[in-house]
């Protein structure tokens, strides 16, 4: 028994010694000289080893914990304890010993080493980072750690991101097969940094030839241009489309309440859009409320909001409805007079209670961060979150204005007012929760916007002239003219901002719809019955 534990403790050394000793001290010496360009090699070539004790040497550099003796030995000092990297000898730390000073060139070597050494970790997710930050800036030397990396690598993500990068180096190859070999790897990439690289390669320099010299190279070159410049339009279409429905589903939600009211009472509520600003300030003071009782609960003050925003501007509706508005029906130019100095006024004490300065409304952790698809187009997940959001309160505004006692009242008195006083009808609150059921939507349409950037009293009114957009376009009283309306102007709001810009692209949709009102003017759907006429 004393044999074998002698035996095997004597092999545990052997493979201690002989780990620790992997290294070429002649790699490592050049480390503490005063040599600048041949620290930067130094570095180079132990990043390109791809071994743990290269990464350990690297990153202690990194960290300044890396010193040089008189004898130009070098040594992890941490702690006033000296460790050798090459041997793993512990020892006290030698007199004259001096900290290796990193400058910005040694540090930017030395960011691209250790991001090709995290190539060989254990997580997927570091190895992926890894390969992305290797990708920005491969070069020559780092090709054997690459192909190392490549070799090894199981996760297909991780071998798609690699195979790219070692295309890159191969470009600038002295074999013109490898070069060819690489950019025809190179069709199938996502990063639209290399398509200036490709491009250069076929500029024709003064004397009529190319930067590249064979023709073969340079047809590949063009074949592979073609396909990155459709994969980019793929992109760049797919990303409009996302972006213009998220968009559509914040109109959507702004002019939803809007339809509601102005389909029912014919009110021009110009105080709409500070409805939704009261439902982002509610959002707003819900998280300030987590924030101080329900600090491990913060993540769902969202949750919380939606409900309280609801309550808060549906309450706020009633109160101008019974206080105001009821008094102006059938007397629009006072309405809109009204409707508006009532806008100015809740702007003016929001300013008061919460300071003229913009609020900001941080996302939860699970609406933070967004899915990559296509290899370029980052789908946040706050954005996915709001687009269903949207969908489900259509859904629940469409039952309860079709499956409830109080839609079917609302449905009679839009249709004809009069007809049903005649018949029972509590006309007057039925005014009075509907105008409280659109301003509640517009509180609703408040938590989403605050969810998308910050929180100020002029929110609504960047969103008041869209709404009324969406209403006049879908017809007046109508929730499906509404929700296509509402995704018809995102989507050509995002899709003519790239061409035209943001304030063009505003005026060209405002006179596409005034030349759709004079063609048909009840919008897209018609409303129907007497009070139609």
Not at 115 to 139: C, M, T, Y
Request: with cysteine; hydrophobic share 50%; proline share 4%.
């Amino acid at each position: 028994m004393r044999r074998i534990l002698i035996s095997l403790a004597w092999a545990l050394a052997v493979v201690w010694t002989t780990a620790h000793a992997a290294l070429d001290p002649a790699l490592v010496k050049p480390l503490g000289g005063d040599d600048a360009d041949a620290r930067v090699e130094a570095v180079i070539k132990l990043g390109a080893l791809g071994s743990p004790e290269a990464f350990a040497i690297l990153n202690a550099l990194n960290e300044e914990k890396l010193y040089t003796t008189p004898e130009g030995r070098v040594l992890v000092v941490e702690d006033d304890k000296a460790t050798d990297p090459l041997t793993g000898e512990k020892l006290d730390l030698p007199e004259g010993t001096d900290a290796i000073t990193v400058n910005n060139r040694l540090r930017r070597e030395l960011e691209s080493a250790l991001a090709g050494l995290r190539l060989f970790a254990n997580d997927v997710k570091v190895r992926l980072k890894a390969a992305q930050e290797v990708q920005q800036n491969a070069g020559a030397a780092q090709l054997p750690m690459l192909e190392k990396a490549l070799g090894a690598e199981k996760d297909q993500r991780v071998r798609d991101v690699l195979d790219m990068a070692v295309a890159a180096i191969n470009l600038k190859s002295d074999d013109a097969t490898k070069r060819k070999q690489a950019v025809e790897r190179l069709a199938d990439t996502t990063n639209a940094s290399i398509r200036p690289v490709l491009a250069a390669m076929i500029e024709p320099k003064p004397d009529g030839t190319f930067v590249e010299p064979d023709e073969g190279v340079r047809t590949a070159v063009v074949e592979t241009l073609a396909r990155i410049d459709r994969h980019l339009l793929v992109i760049e279409w797919a990303g409009n489309l996302y972006y213009g429905l998220s968009l559509a589903s914040v109109l959507l939600l702004a002019a939803l309440g809007l339809a509601i009211t102005f389909g029912l009472m014919g009110i021009i509520n110009m105080a709409h859009g500070e409805l939704l600003m009261v439902g982002a300030y509610s959002t707003y003071v819900v998280q300030l409320a987590f924030r101080r009782w329900f600090p491990a609960e913060i993540d769902w003050y969202v949750v919380a909001a939606v409900p309280t925003a609801f309550i808060i501007t549906a309450a706020v509706g009633m109160l101008l409805e019974r206080t105001v508005i009821r008094w102006l029906y059938g007397r629009p130019l006072e309405t809109l007079l009204a409707t508006w100095g009532i806008s100015l006024g809740l702007m003016q004490t929001v300013r008061t209670i919460f300071g003229a300065q913009n609020v900001e409304v941080a996302n939860p952790s699970w609406m933070s961060g967004g899915v990559t698809v296509l290899g370029g187009l980052v789908l946040t997940y706050n954005r996915m979150v709001i687009i269903g959001f949207a969908v489900f309160v259509v859904i629940i505004v469409w039952a309860l204005l079709n499956k409830t006692r109080l839609g079917l009242f609302v449905r009679a008195v839009t249709q004809n007012r009069r007809m049903a006083d005649c018949v029972g009808v509590p006309t007057g609150r039925v005014d009075m929760l509907t105008f409280g059921l659109g301003s509640g939507i517009a509180g609703l349409g408040g938590v989403a916007l605050s969810q998308l950037g910050n929180v100020g009293p002029d929110l609504g009114q960047s969103y008041i002239v869209d709404s009324f957009m969406v209403v006049v376009l879908g017809g007046v009283g109508q929730l499906a003219g509404t929700v296509i309306a509402a995704i018809g102007l995102g989507e050509m709001n995002k899709f003519l901002e790239p061409y035209a810009g943001a304030v063009l692209a505003k005026i060209a949709i405002l006179v596409l719809i005034v030349l759709f009102i004079q063609k048909r003017p009840q919008g897209l759907f018609a409303l129907k019955g007497r009070s139609a006429d």
